[in-house]
């Protein structure tokens, strides 16, 4: 099967006409993008129809188009059925998806002291906390901004997450949340239950 060959699938179709749209070649979109040109070829002929979140972003951005759409078609969900261009030609996730400041001063904080103290372990374990508390806000602001738009985005990106999640430990009330919007909160009490059930529903109505 070569490069030209047409997709075996819709999401595959909805990738090639993006990169043919943008005029760009597989090598050319790798070039941009960073993804690998046999990536891109698996995904556009059909040969791999999942990938991660990660890498359909990194995509969309380098086609100028919204990644929710390729995120959906390579997800289990509807396929768009046209290109839709990127919002404001956004270049981070970060310009619509909020981290809290308290969050981000920690993370830089812990930087800053693990640059000036490169030997020093309680600056590793610092930047590590940091680095958690960063994960958990943003996993929670993907999962809120996709359950707003489409249920398996929800799903797909939660997954995601799930895989991810203890690369990145966090003992915060936060990552107690988290935990319970991917449904693998053991031990809950009716409160904590009714306070994390209040939060989702103020945050995605």
Request: net charge negative; no cysteine; glycine share 4%.
């Amino acid at each position: 099967m070569t490069n030209d060959e047409a997709p075996t699938n819709a999401a595959g179709d909805y990738l090639r006409a993006a990169r043919r749209a943008a005029k760009l070649t597989q090598p050319e979109l790798a070039d941009r993008s960073g993804v690998a040109v046999r990536t891109i070829s698996l995904l556009e002929t059909g040969r791999s129809t999942s990938t991660r979140a990660n890498t359909l972003i990194k995509l969309a951005h380098a086609l100028d188009i919204e990644e929710d759409g390729l995120i959906r078609a390579f997800g289990g969900g509807a396929t768009p059925t046209t290109l839709t261009p990127n919002r404001a030609h956004r270049d981070h996730d970060a310009t619509t998806i909020p981290v809290p400041v308290d969050a981000l001063t920690a993370a830089f904080s812990a930087i800053t002291t693990l640059l000036n103290n490169s030997d020093n372990a309680d600056a590793r374990h610092n930047i590590a906390d940091a680095a958690g508390q960063l994960f958990t806000a943003y996993a929670i602001a993907l999962l809120e901004r996709a359950a707003a738009n489409d249920a398996t985005q929800k799903t797909y990106l939660a997954g995601l997450i799930r895989m991810q999640a203890s690369a990145f430990p966090d003992t915060s009330d936060d990552r107690r949340y988290l935990t319970w919007l991917l449904d693998d909160l053991t031990e809950i009490t009716e409160q904590d239950h009714n306070r994390y059930q209040a939060r989702w529903t103020a945050a995605t109505s």
